[in-house]
């Protein structure tokens, strides 16, 4: 067993998920973390066969889980698995979530998105750094997410406190990282796996400003400091800030500044 990805302690993504931990298993190599007794845990586990075969047995009912097959079971679900093909390979997930679900579980075909998010995550977490960690974490969000939907989970809700902050980091975080192609509240809302309508809702609740607000308040923010640094010419600042051309970008400046992007360079003499 190798263990890729473990949230860190205290952090809560969107929906409430908290205590996710990813890991990798080969059931005939690892028997002696796999029980065959019937248990339960409090949290969701979802298993995803990459090569070979697992039976489950779940709430009584029996469950055949082939390759790019998944198995979810739901907290407080009474489950064994009662055979791994000696050839098996899976990715294990669990994590708690604030998601009122009835006991049980169901199983379904996988598609190449989860697989490929989970092969991302595992592949970041031999890197080791900040970035990494935040790029597998996403992964794994994702994958819960396209998961849950399976099972009939709504996202319409309204998150607790901590839980709205975390999706407003999240969408902060996308903004700055790709202020440079001019990202839309669409294209930020899809990153955080909700409709623009939930995003705008939640933004404003907890940043007291509309994320469209935000991000043209980083585009400012990102012209004014490469005009500070004075390395790029007006046409190369407008491509590095997501404008398809400099009459555009001088329009955008001068409307929330007052002036012209020019002027202000010589303003702060660069």
Do not use: W
Request: glycine residues 8%; hydrophobic residues 35%; contains cysteine.
């Amino acid at each position: 067993m190798k263990i890729i990805y473990k949230q860190p302690y205290g952090t809560i993504f969107p929906c409430g998920i908290h205590n996710c931990c990813l890991k990798e298993l080969h059931p005939e190599r690892d028997k002696r973390i796999i029980t065959k007794k019937v248990h339960r845990h409090s949290e969701f586990e979802i298993h995803i066969i990459t090569e070979g075969l697992q039976i489950y047995e779940i709430a009584g009912k029996e469950y055949t889980v082939k390759k790019e097959n998944y198995i979810v079971i739901f907290p407080g679900t009474m489950h064994r698995c009662i055979f791994s093909a000696e050839n098996t390979h899976k990715f294990a997930c669990t994590f708690g979530a604030e998601i009122n679900m009835e006991n049980g579980g169901f199983c379904a075909e996988t598609n190449p998105r989860i697989i490929c998010n989970f092969e991302t995550a595992r592949k970041e977490s031999l890197r080791g750094t900040d970035t990494a960690a935040y790029i597998a974490g996403n992964s794994i969000f994702e994958n819960i997410i396209i998961i849950l939907r399976a099972a009939g989970f709504c996202e319409e809700y309204k998150p607790a406190d901590d839980c709205g902050n975390a999706v407003c980091e999240l969408a902060k975080q996308f903004i700055r990282d790709n202020i440079e192609l001019s990202p839309t509240v669409y294209d930020t809302a899809e990153y955080c796996h909700m409709s623009a309508k939930q995003l705008t809702r939640i933004f404003v609740e907890f940043e007291g400003k509309t994320p469209g607000e935000y991000i043209k308040t980083q585009r400012i923010e990102k012209i004014k400091l490469l005009l500070n640094e004075g390395e790029f010419s007006l046409k190369e600042i407008s491509e590095k800030t997501g404008f398809a051309n400099e009459y555009y970008f001088n329009c955008f400046f001068k409307k929330y500044e007052g002036i012209p992007p020019g002027k202000y360079r010589k303003m702060v003499g660069k």
